[in-house]
């Protein structure tokens, strides 16, 4: 009996020997890592339970929108150099243009600011920088930090202050919406609590949001293979509520939008409060459309459809029955389409 019972408790102890895995100095992103991603539709989507020994299964979700490159960019390169390119060792971007710096020394990963939505894609400079993580990472234990900075908003400075949690919460079998399995997989769970002020002509404005972030690792990249990412909160009296999935595909599986030679356009002002100017230029004539879509993936207004000659064209996007938040305009024409994201406030 006690022979049976120490084969059980050694095969156990190896289970979750191969299992589970710790982040280290080794697997951090470094500049010029990238993958191709593809957005999920969010409809219904849980990014499930925590634990050892979980299952994921993803099979069922229908990608949206467009694919897209997930970036690390060295920060004293990249297009907010002023801002991160002396404090950060490298920048990620995703594929709604959200920017996020880190810097990484031996034994600890950290947080120094962000380019996004919520800063109205100004950048927000951490002088209170926060921890990521240490590492090795611990499997189940949680990295507590706060953060302080400000960044420009509409009338002047905005001021921002935070917490940030970290843990690695789970492990398991990851499937992705395409069917590709990821087995050993550990999961990361991040949440940023928020709270931005800015006197605006008198009257002093509040935004308060929770970002909640579960990324998908497996020990052989550096970036997360499945990202679920999700924003709740009010920002000027509205409420904000952004979920973005998305998860790494073949590079090859899918043309890129930098191959559609015969079609660019523009969107300005962006963001944008009553309307926007979509400025799109044709190098011959052909059959084109131009959709805008919301963060899960739903054509919520349909801009443009039918033939336009080559040369200069110009559409208005109407914010005044659109309720705030992320959008992308989508355009397709002859061998391929382009995406633009707008910010509706």
């Given at each position: 009996m006690r022979k049976i019972t120490f084969l059980v408790l050694l095969a156990v102890a190896f289970y979750n020997l191969k299992a589970q895995f710790n982040l280290t100095?080794?697997?951090?992103?470094?500049?010029?890592?990238?993958?191709?991603?593809?957005?999920?539709d969010t409809t219904g989507f849980d990014p499930g339970p925590a634990g050892t020994g979980q299952t994921w299964n993803f099979s069922s979700f229908p990608d949206s929108t467009d694919p897209f490159y997930l970036k690390a960019i060295d920060p004293a390169t990249g297009p907010h150099a002023a801002d991160f390119?002396?404090?950060?060792t490298v920048g990620i971007v995703d594929g709604a243009g959200n920017y996020t710096?880190?810097?990484?020394?031996?034994?600890?990963?950290?947080?120094?600011?962000?380019?996004?939505?919520?800063?109205?894609?100004?950048?927000?400079?951490?002088?209170?920088?926060?921890?990521r993580y240490t590492l090795p990472t611990t499997f189940n234990t949680t990295y507590n930090d706060t953060i302080a900075g400000q960044y420009s908003a509409i009338a002047g400075l905005a001021y921002r202050t935070g917490t940030v949690s970290t843990t690695v919460d789970a492990d398991g079998t990851l499937i992705v919406p395409d069917g590709t399995t990821h087995s050993n997989c550990i999961?990361?769970?991040?949440?940023?609590?928020?709270?931005?002020?800015?006197?605006?002509?008198?009257?002093?404005?509040?935004?308060?949001?929770?970002?909640?972030?579960?990324?998908?690792y497996v020990n052989t990249q550096a970036l997360p293979v499945m990202v679920s990412y999700r924003v709740t909160g009010t920002a000027v009296?509205?409420?904000?509520?952004?979920?973005?999935?998305?998860?790494?595909?073949?590079?090859?599986?899918?043309s890129r939008d930098e191959f559609?030679?015969?079609?660019?356009?523009?969107?300005?002002?962006?963001?944008?409060?009553?309307?926007?100017?979509?400025?799109?230029?044709?190098?011959?004539?052909?059959?084109?459309?131009?959709?805008?879509?919301?963060?899960?993936?739903?054509?919520?207004?349909?801009?443009?459809?039918?033939?336009?000659g080559a040369g200069n064209h110009d559409l208005i996007v109407d914010g005044e029955s659109l309720k705030p938040g992320v959008y992308f305009v989508r355009m397709r024409s002859q061998g391929g389409q382009i995406t633009r994201k707008l910010i509706h406030f």
């Open positions: 100095d080794a697997l951090m992103p470094q500049p010029g890592d990238q993958q191709f991603c593809q957005f999920v390119g002396s404090n950060s710096y880190f810097n990484h020394t031996t034994g600890s990963y950290v947080i120094t600011g962000v380019n996004n939505s919520l800063t109205l894609n100004n950048s927000a400079k951490y002088t209170k920088q926060g921890l999961r990361v769970k991040h949440v940023a609590t928020i709270r931005d002020s800015a006197n605006f002509f008198g009257n002093i404005i509040i935004s308060n949001s929770v970002t909640t972030y579960h990324e998908w009296g509205n409420n904000i509520n952004e979920f973005l999935v998305y998860y790494a595909i073949p590079d090859t599986s899918i559609n030679q015969n079609v660019s356009f523009e969107v300005s002002p962006n963001p944008f409060s009553t309307s926007a100017r979509l400025s799109f230029t044709l190098q011959q004539s052909g059959d084109l459309s131009a959709d805008l879509i919301d963060l899960s993936g739903r054509v919520v207004r349909k801009l443009a459809g039918g033939m336009y």
